[in-house]
């Protein structure tokens, strides 16, 4: 259990996200180019920040609260999920709440 | 303190690219301050988690010190970059699919 430490947060940034996807019906599946992308590009710039500092010391996790699964060196793979699922969250949270407030983004004004 | 120094660097691209890269200028709407606003007390939230049970530790060197739940203060420099660049990006290559 103790290995799954930082694996809550990530399961429980996953059933919020899929909770409000669901529950406000975003939909979010249909938009999985545009998700993708964004995705991509986020994980590609925090994973070059975050290898540099995890191999150079400036921050570092306890072996016995994580997975030791390892990607990119010393990255554990809960850093990669993380940068994942937080730009989806994000995304779904964003349009949850224009959904509620009625309130317009300049895209799905054109 | 170089976390201090990336995390200050990280907001600059992130707003540079909000307003005149991308030109979605999320920074000036109040969609995008009502979704950091409520994402802040979990990103709070996950930082004492981490931090408080030193599943992720901080070398001394290189942060000012200064904490906030548990975590280094620089985290909120990280957590605001990371959220105005996603929601950029989202908006920029949205357009993008609605033009083509």
Redesign the interface.
């Known amino acids: 259990m103790t290995q799954l430490h930082y694996s809550f947060v990530l399961i429980f940034i996953f059933i919020c996200a899929i909770g409000v996807n669901l529950f406000f019906r975003i939909h979010i599946a249909q938009y999985w180019r545009t998700l993708l992308a964004t995705d991509a590009s986020i994980l590609f710039l925090y994973l070059i920040w975050d290898t540099w500092a995890v191999e150079n010391g400036n921050w570092y996790f306890d072996s016995n609260q994580i997975l030791n699964i390892n990607i990119f060196g010393k990255l554990p793979i809960e850093e990669i999920l993380f940068f994942i699922l937080v730009p989806i969250m994000a995304i779904i949270t964003y349009k949850a709440l224009l959904k509620i407030t009625g309130w317009q983004s300049e895209s799905s004004q054109q | 303190m ?2 201090s120094d ?1 995390a200050l660097d ?1 907001v600059m691209v992130a707003v540079i690219c909000d307003l005149f890269f991308t030109r ?2 999320m920074l000036t ?4 301050w ?2 950091y606003g ?2 802040l007390p ?1 990103q709070l939230l ?1 930082n004492w ?2 931090t408080s ?7 001394p060197s ?1 942060i000012i010190g200064r904490r906030l739940a548990g975590a280094p203060i620089e985290d909120l420099l990280f957590g605001f970059s ?2 105005l ?3 950029t ?3 920029f ?3 993008r ?2 033009r083509n």
Do not use: D
């Open positions: 170089i976390y990336i990280a979605t200028q709407k109040g969609i995008f009502l979704t409520l994402i979990f996950t988690w981490l049970k030193n599943i992720v530790m901080y070398s290189e990371l959220i660049f996603t929601l990006l989202w908006e290559f949205l357009r699919s609605r």
